[in-house]
Nanobody
Framework: QVQLVESGGDFVQTGGSLRLSCEAS????????VSWFRQVPGKDREFVAA????????YYTDSVKGRFTISRDNAKNMVYLQMNNLEPSDTDIYYC??????????????????WGQGTQVTVSS
C-alpha cells in the first residue's frame, strides 16, 4: 500500500515557474513508476510525465517537453515536477500516481494503482 500527497500548486502568471512535490508513504515506493497527470472536471485526464524506478528513464507529453522536468529522490520517498515557462493551458489539477505499467502503457492512467488527492495549478494570462 502506498499513500501519495501532492503539494506545490499555486496561482502564477504566464512564464512563471512552480515545483510540485509528491510525497509517498508506505512500502516499496522505490519499486514503482511514478507519473504526473492533470485533469479538471469535464475534461479527460491527461498524462504529463513519468519517471521509472531508478529515475534513469523519463517520459513527457509533447506539450511540456523542454518546460517540465520530473525527478525523484527514493531516499526521501519524493517525486518532483519542475514546471517552467508556464502557460494558461497548463491550468489544471495535477495528480501524482504510482504503479508498475509496462513501457508501452506508461501514459495510461488505468495502469496506476495509487493516486494522490491533487494540487491545483492556475496560470493567468
Amino acid at each position: 500500500q502506498v499513500q501519495l500527497v501532492e503539494s506545490g500548486g499555486d496561482f502564477v502568471q504566464t512564464g512563471g515557474s512552480l515545483r510540485l512535490s509528491c510525497e509517498a508513504s508506505g512500502q516499496s515506493f522505490s519499486s514503482y513508476t511514478v507519473s504526473w497527470f492533470r485533469q479538471v472536471p469535464g475534461k479527460d485526464r491527461e498524462f504529463v510525465a513519468a519517471i521509472r524506478v531508478s529515475g534513469g528513464y523519463t517520459y513527457y507529453t509533447d506539450s511540456v517537453k523542454g518546460r517540465f522536468t520530473i525527478s525523484r529522490d527514493n531516499a526521501k520517498n519524493m517525486v518532483y515536477l519542475q514546471m517552467n515557462n508556464l502557460e494558461p493551458s497548463d491550468t489544471d489539477i495535477y495528480y501524482c500516481a504510482a504503479g508498475r505499467p509496462i513501457l508501452s502503457a506508461v501514459r495510461d492512467g488505468g495502469m496506476y494503482l495509487y493516486w494522490g488527492q491533487g494540487t491545483q495549478v492556475t496560470v493567468s494570462s
